[in-house]
C-alpha cells in the first residue's frame, strides 16, 4: 500500500511525496485546503502507475504507450533513495532522489521561491553506471496521478487546456474534456496519449509551453509552464483511472532528441513553472504570471515607458528625416523609445552586414540618435541578427564555416522557415565575435539604448554537430539565449524586445532576459484588441507589446478602439501620427497621461477575460472585456471593446467599487450595481478603459 514520504506546506499549496508499491515516488500538489483522503485504494492503483519522471535511456524498451515513452524500461528500473531540503535566504528546493542498481539516476528539484504562488521544477538526470548512456526522453516535470479527489476516472470531470498559437492569432484558448479528446477509459484497459508542442527555433510557434488540468467536480486547476526557447513537448497521457501531464524536450521521435550522458556527468532539463489553484484556468495563470515578475524586476527597466515604432509608417523605409520629425511630435507628449525598424541598412531589407544605408541616415547613426536623446527621448532601432539573406555578404559562401548546417550543408530555406536566409552557428566562436562587432560594438558606438530583435525563420528541428540534431539545435539556442544576455551585460541600460514573427517566442527563458515582447503583429486590424486579451493568460501585460496604429482617415470610434488596446499590455504607437490633426493628436496624448495613471494595474495584477461571444481573429462579435485588479484590491481597470453586432455583457466583481475615470464616455455605457457591472457597446467596434475605484 502507497504510504507519504514527506508533506510540505508552501503558501496556500501543499505538496505530498508518495511512495508507491514499485518503491518510486509520486508528487501530489493540492491546495492546503483541499488535501484529503490522498492515499485511498482508488488511488494506491493510480499512484503505481506514476512517477516524478518520465525519461527513456536509448538501449532500453520504449514500452511505446500509444507513442508514447512514458512507461518504458529505464522508468522501471528508479527506486526512491532519499529525499532533502536545500535552504537559501529566498527560496526552498525539495530534492528527490531514485536510482536504478546500474548507477544512472535522477534528482528531482522543486524549489520554491518565498511568498510565491507557484514552484518551478526540473530534472537532472545523472549517470555513474561506468558506461555512456545515451538519453533519449526526459520530463521537466511530470504531474502524475491527477485528479486524487475524483471518486471515477474523471473523462467527463477533467478539463485539459492550451493555448494555440499562431501568426496574428497568438494566445487563443482551448479547453477540452477528456471524453472529447478520446482520453477515456476503454472497457479493459486504457493506454492513449495526446502529444505536441514545437519543433525548431520558434518556440511559440504552433502552441504556447502551457498546459493545465482542472477538476470541475472540485474546483481544482493544476498547470504548468516550460521555459525553453526550442523544440518542447507536451504530454497527456492516461493509463486505466491514471492521468499525467508532463512537459520537457521534445524527444529523440518527435525532435530528434538524444543527449550522450558520459560516465560521471549529468544533464539538467529545462525548468518548469508549476501552480495548483482553487478556481479556473484565469486563477491559475494570474497564479503561474505572478512568478514571472522576479526576472522581470531583476531587469531593470524603469517604468511602463511608451513606445514608437515606425514600421506601419514606413514599412520598411524610415529615413532620419521622418523619425525626426515624429519625435518632434511624440516629444510633446510621453513617448519614450523611439524604434527605427527594418530597412535602415544595406542591402536593402537583407539582414547579414548591418552597414548604414547614407542614403536614408545620411549623417550616420551616432548623429541621429544624439538628436532623439536630446528630445529626451532614447533611440531604439530593429535587428535581425541570427541570420543573414541574399544579397548581403554574409549571406555569401565566404561565411559559410560560421553557418548552422545540415548534412555537411548550410541551412538555407528548410520548409518551416519562413524565409531564404541561412543561421549563425552561436556555437562557433568566430560568429559570436562577428555578431559582437556588428551589433553590441555598434549599438554602443551609435549610442542605441534599445534593440528590436527580431527573428522570423528556424532552420529546423536538427543542426550538425557533436551529440543528436535536436541537441545541437538545443545547445545552439542556448548559446543564442546567453548573447541576449551579453548584450544587457555590456550595455547595462538596454532595452531588449523580444520578437519574433511578432508573438514566436512568447516563453519565459527569452522574456525573462529581455524588457518586453512583441505580443503580434496585428499591426491594423480589429484582432489586435482580441490577441492582446487573450494573452492576459499566457505572458505578464507589463511585457507584451502592443501595436496601436493611426491614421488621420480613421473616425473617432476607431481611435477609440485602437488606443484602448494599447491599454491591455505595453503601449506602442506606430501609423501617420505626422498626418494627425490637432484634435487627434491631443486625443493621443490625453490617453498617455491616463496611461501613466494606471500603469501600475498593468504592471501588477490579475486578469480576467470576459466575452459575449466565441474568441475569432477574423470576424469578432459581442462584447469583449478585460478585468484587471490591483495587487491590493483596491482598483480595477476594464478594458472593454464593442466588436461587430456588439451586446451587453455582464460581469460579477470580486467586490464593491464605484467608477472613478474613464478614458472615453460615450462610446460604451458602464453601470454598476453592487458587484455587478453591466458593459453596453452603443456602437460595433468601439472601445473604452474605466478605472474602478474600490469602496
Known sequence: MSK??????????????????????????????????????KNNEVYNNSSLVHLLIGSHNAGMLSNSFKFSETLSLLRFKEQYLEECEDSITVVTVEEAEEGFGIRHRLCWYKNENGFEVNTEFYNNSGRELELEYLTSVSLDALSPCLDNEGSKNLVFHRFKAGWCMEGLHLANTLTELGLERAWATSAESLKFGAVGARAVREYHPYCAIEDTENNIIWGTYLAHNASWQMELTRLLDGVSMSIGLADSVTGHWSKTVK????????????SVA????AELSNRLLSMRHRAIDAYGEEGMQIIYNEFVTTWGKPTENNMLEMADILSKGKTKYMVVDAGWFKPYMAPGDWIVDRKVFPNGMKSYTDK?????????????FECAEAPAKAFGSEFDDLKLKKNGRVIVGEVI?????NFFDFRNQKAVEYLEEKVIKFLKDNGFGYIKVDYNTSPGAVVDGEESGGENLRL???????FFIKMKKEIPDLIIENCASGGCRLEPSMMDITAMSSASDTHEGYEGAIVAANLHYVTPPRQNQIWCTLKPEYSRERFSYIISQGFLGRLCWSGLINELSEEQLQEMFKAEEFYEKVSPVIKHGDSYIYRTDICSFYSPTGTQAV?????????????????????????CLDREYIISESLYNDNIDIRICGNKLTISPKKNFVGDVILLQRI
Do not use: C
Open 263 to 274: 560516465n560521471g556527468e549529468s544533464f539538467v532539463s529545462p525548468t518548469a513553472m508549476v
Open 627 to 651: 478585468v484587471r485588479y490591483s495587487e491590493d484590491k483596491n482598483q480595477a481597470l476594464i478594458v472593454a471593446h464593442g466588436l461587430e453586432n456588439a451586446k451587453n455583457l455582464e460581469i
Open 372 to 384: 532623439i536623446r536630446a528630445k529626451g527621448m532614447i533611440p531604439g532601432i530593429w535587428m535581425e
Open 417 to 421: 522557415n519562413g524565409r531564404r536566409e
Open 476 to 482: 545552439h539556442m542556448e548559446k543564442v539565449r546567453e
Open 4 to 41: 507519504i514520504i514527506n508533506q510540505y506546506k508552501f503558501k496556500d499549496m501543499t505538496v505530498s511525496y508518495i511512495l508507491n508499491d514499485n518503491n518510486r515516488a509520486v508528487m501530489v500538489i493540492l491546495p492546503s485546503s483541499q488535501v484529503a483522503d490522498i492515499l485511498s485504494n
Open 278 to 281: 482553487k478556481g479556473s484556468i
